[in-house]
């Protein structure tokens, strides 16, 4: 695949479909303070075909999921994710999702009050992690997500080559190394991985090893490995790439923020854990820890 089509492909899948559009602008026109969103009277008198309920419905599952991203970045990177930012995690195509999703948020009472938001942008301002940690649906999944690595074992995964072949945590026994985790045409991970391979084409004959396990097929976004071969390719990537799977996502606790990168050393210790882009002098300095 040349990079010309490989680009326009990836353009396409970020655009919103009609059906996408419609159902998002309907719901930034009708919601109302104090009065919850009901997916099954939307589903029921709304939005009636196939093509409406699954949008609606793929927007239901995000909704749970993202207070589970605000908690694990702000925790992990001490900073609180931009709109934008949301929508970059999420593969938000319409304009102005992102803030619709929080403002149903606020008039939820499924979920808690746990965050403030600029009433002149609607960027969040503050997020409250003890709110949600302690709150009986969403704080198991938060203390997995949010949990302390460094100085922990780093979890056991079997995973696929693109080519289908299993890489596994065996493998990489006695050996430092990064898991890095990340999804096709997410920004940080966009300006991460090249760093990355500048960084494995320096220390790989020390004997450091790069797993990049690629979430796309978990997070259901519309990418297929032509397209992951030609980024590859592109990149000039050498480390070993992979599908991340559900299974290796809840062992490492349910990453919900990419990239996410645990770095390993010889002894199987998780030495640093990094949420978001990085600096390269910082993603070095946790290379030539995990190789000590």
């Not at 353009?11 to 997916?39: C, F, H, M, W």
């Not at 909704?63 to 938000?92: A, D």
């Not at 979920?111 to 403030?116: I, T, W």
């Not at 026994?173 to 391979?197: D, E, I, M, R």
Request: charged share 20%; glycine share 6%.
């Amino acid at each position: 695949m040349n990079l010309w089509l490989g680009a326009s492909l990836i353009a396409l899948a970020l655009q919103a479909s009609d059906t996408e559009t419609k159902v998002i602008e309907y719901l930034k026109k009708n919601i109302e303070p104090g009065r919850p969103v009901i997916v099954s009277d939307l589903a029921n008198e709304v939005f009636t075909t196939a093509e409406e309920r699954e949008v609606l419905s793929e927007l239901y599952n995000k909704f749970f999921k993202i207070p589970l991203f605000l908690v694990q970045y702000s925790s992990n990177s001490g900073n609180i994710p931009t709109l934008q930012e949301i929508s970059e995690q999420f593969n938000f195509k319409v304009d102005g999702q992102a803030d619709l999703i929080l403002r149903i948020m606020e008039v939820d009472p499924r979920v808690p009050s746990f965050f403030e938001r600029n009433p002149s942008n609607g960027e969040i301002t503050s997020i409250n992690v003890e709110a949600i940690r302690s709150h009986p649906q969403f704080g198991r999944a938060i203390e997995r997500t949010i949990a302390g690595w460094e100085g922990n074992i780093s979890p056991e995964f079997s995973i696929q080559h693109y080519d289908g072949s299993l890489i596994t945590s065996t493998d990489l026994a006695g050996k430092p190394h990064l898991v890095y985790l990340w999804f096709t045409n997410c920004p940080p991970c966009v300006k991460t991985s090249p760093l990355l391979v500048e960084l494995h084409n320096k220390y790989a004959e020390k004997g450091f090893e790069i797993v990049a396990a690629n979430a796309d097929q978990v997070l259901e976004l519309p990418y297929d490995n032509d397209l992951r071969a030609e980024y590859v390719e592109r990149l000039g990537i050498e480390f070993t790439t992979a599908h991340m799977n559900s299974n290796m996502q809840n062992a490492y606790g349910g990453i919900a923020v990419f990239p996410t990168m645990f770095f390993v050393d010889k002894n199987g210790i998780i030495v640093k854990h990094f949420v978001n882009f990085q600096e390269k002098p910082v993603l070095e300095e946790a290379i030539l820890t995990s190789m000590q």
